[in-house]
């Protein structure tokens, strides 16, 4: 159980910001016991791969806290968030083995399969809600929102690592978040389409 909290733990962060969960599972991976790599994924752990996550870690920074740019950031980061959360999830299959469970060692591909559905959840939510939080502040809200975002990913994982117990908590919170933006996004646009339709019906007088 503990090993699919923490999966699920370093995929949901995973949707918020690709990188950070694949650092903090690679570093703690180097320097701690608190995480033990599966066959195939100590690549993860090397110096060099994580020196270059932490380049495209500050460039995702960068990017993410800039008006328009940040949508765009996004799009591309449709394919290499669930791929980092399908990732994650696949690395903790070591946790499954530290509790004498075999049934995810044995099916790897769900693991994988389940971090990259979680991941793609979240980055649907994050991409959905970004251009409105942009239009609502006038681009004001962005960094603001993405450093919110990167803080949570971060804890988030270390959650996942440390405390996966807490994750349920944590996704329940997410989840409620997700909910209220969601619903500020569809009125947002409801809204817009109103004033589209109330703009074309109006005529000036001639």
Do not use: C, F
């Given at each position: 159980m503990l090993a699919a909290l923490t999966g699920l733990g370093l995929s949901t962060a995973a949707g918020l910001n690709a990188y950070i969960p694949l650092l903090v599972v690679g570093v703690l991976a180097n320097v701690?016991?608190?995480?033990?790599?599966?066959?195939?994924?100590?690549w993860l752990s090397n110096w060099g791969v994580l020196a270059v996550l932490a380049v495209l870690?500050?460039?995702?920074?960068?990017?993410?806290?800039?008006?328009?740019?940040?949508?765009?950031?996004?799009?591309?980061?449709?394919v290499v968030?669930?791929?980092?959360g399908g990732v994650v999830f696949s690395a903790t299959s070591a946790a499954a083995e530290l509790e004498n469970s075999t049934w995810m060692t044995e099916r790897p591909w769900v693991g994988w399969l389940l971090g990259v559905v979680l991941a793609l959840a979240v980055?649907?939510?994050?991409?959905?809600a970004r251009p409105v939080i942009n239009a609502g502040t006038a681009g004001v809200g962005a960094p603001v929102v993405s450093t919110v975002e990167d803080a949570g990913s971060f804890g988030m994982s270390l959650i996942a690592v440390f405390l996966p117990v807490l994750v349920i908590v944590a996704l329940l919170?997410?989840?409620?978040?997700?909910?209220?933006?969601?619903?500020?996004?569809r009125r947002f646009r409801a809204h817009r389409r109103a004033r589209k339709r109330a703009t074309g019906?109006?005529?000036?007088?001639?």
């Open positions: 701690t016991d608190a995480v033990r790599l599966p066959d195939g994924y100590a870690l500050v460039a995702e920074m960068v990017l993410d806290k800039v008006p328009a740019v940040d949508s765009v950031n996004d799009a591309i980061q449709t968030r669930p791929a980092s980055h649907a939510v994050k991409s959905a919170l997410l989840a409620v978040a997700a909910w209220w933006l969601l619903r500020r996004v019906n109006h005529h000036p007088p001639g």
